[in-house]
């Protein structure tokens, strides 16, 4: 089956700054990536999505890039501010199969 | 334009005692996801059903835990004999009908603690 790692578990910036997460998967067949932010105790909130035939995908300050050959995928997160803090889940998922495989999750915190 | 609704959003049972979690998906979405998370981690998949149908239940345990989404209702995901290690948040998501990989959306969830 599908496993998702991501780095780093948590990550700490200036308001202001950038801030990059990452994602590798192990399935070649998975092919839609989507981005989840979570608030503590609130519902995973889809932000941003790439799919296989798609390298890079641009949302204001959110981004995506995906590397097929190398099986990884990355969110960049620009000019960040406070209210980007939560924690970030990305999820892959295969052709054909039912269910996302999420990673571990990376907690973020945006320093005022 | 409501969304993915569960409910209950708490849930407090004593250990032996049932659970039912409802969750109602997005207007127009027939496919429906059970996911749980314990604190501090992923997801972690359980079930999808269609109406009427159980697709895949390859990460649902095999005793104590069933799913349904009848015709008509919610979608109802029931742990029986609830023990302590059931505690966690469980998440519904719901995505239209289409071929395949369609983004799924998530409820609110149901934060189930066990006494």
């Known amino acids: 089956g599908e496993n998702v790692e991501q780095h780093p578990s948590t990550l700490s910036v200036q308001e202001g700054d950038s801030a990059v997460i990452k994602c590798t998967y192990s399935?070649?067949?998975?092919?839609?990536f989507p981005w989840y932010k979570q608030e503590l105790g609130k519902r995973p909130q889809l932000i941003i999505d790439?799919?296989?035939?798609?390298g890079e995908k641009k949302d204001q300050r959110i981004a995506v890039t995906l590397n097929k050959t190398a099986k990884h995928f990355s969110l960049h997160i620009t000019e960040t501010q406070p209210e980007d803090s939560a924690v970030y889940f990305c999820?892959?998922?295969?052709?054909?199969?039912?269910?996302?495989?999420f990673g571990t999750g990376t907690r973020l915190t945006v320093i005022p | 334009n409501a969304g993915v609704m569960q409910n209950p959003r708490h849930l407090v049972r004593r250990r032996g005692q049932e659970a039912r979690l409802r969750c109602s998906p997005m207007k127009g979405h027939s496919h429906v996801y059970w996911y749980r998370q314990l604190p501090e981690e992923g997801l972690k998949f359980m079930v999808y059903l269609q109406k009427e149908n159980i697709i895949d239940e390859s990460g649902m345990p095999k005793e104590r835990f069933s799913a349904e989404f009848p015709k008509e209702g919610p979608s109802i995901l029931r742990i029986q004999q609830v023990v302590r290690g059931d505690s966690a948040a469980y998440f519904c998501a719901s995505s239209p009908p289409s071929q395949s990989n369609q983004p799924q959306h998530f409820g609110d969830g149901t934060r189930l603690s066990i006494l």
């Open positions: 790439i799919r296989s035939n798609v």
């Open positions: 399935d070649s067949a998975s092919n839609y």
């Open positions: 999820a892959a998922l295969s052709t054909g199969a039912n269910n996302l495989f």
